[in-house]
């Protein structure tokens, strides 16, 4: 059994950033991050595979990066940018599927962090 440990969550004013990072004691193909908001399905953020390639939803597309260390078995989610509506748990996910876009393709999660962006 993996386990993955989240920290960095936080509130933050629009425009501002944070940075999510994701511990696993294990070492998975793809690792990522998914998120939900009150009322809405889990969606994807973005998964990274170990060779690097990674799949980014388009609502954050050129203000987050997903970044990764093999080594320590650790993903980072840099959010820059921050909107109101990026508000919501984020969770980390691992798995062995490539890079997959659907939560159900993770066996594998945190706990969740919270992330608050106000106007």
């Known amino acids: 059994q993996v386990q993955l440990v989240e920290s960095g969550g936080g509130s933050v004013q629009a425009g501002g950033s944070l940075r999510l990072s994701c511990a696993a004691s294990?070492?998975?193909?793809?690792m990522g991050w998914f998120r939900q908001a009150p009322g809405k399905q889990r969606e994807l953020v973005a998964i990274?595979?170990?060779?690097?390639?990674?799949n980014y939803a388009d609502s954050v597309k050129g203000r987050f990066t997903i970044s990764r260390d093999n080594a320590k078995n650790t993903v980072y989610l840099q959010m820059n940018s921050l909107k109101p509506e990026d508000t919501a748990v984020y969770y980390c996910?691992?798995?062995?599927?490539?890079?997959?876009?659907?939560?159900?393709?993770?066996?594998?999660w945190g706990q969740g962090t919270q992330v608050s962006v106000s106007s």
């Open positions: 996910c691992a798995g062995n599927t490539l890079g997959a876009g659907m939560a159900r393709s993770y066996p594998f």
């Open positions: 294990g070492s998975l193909l793809s």
């Open positions: 990274i595979t170990s060779g690097g390639s990674t």
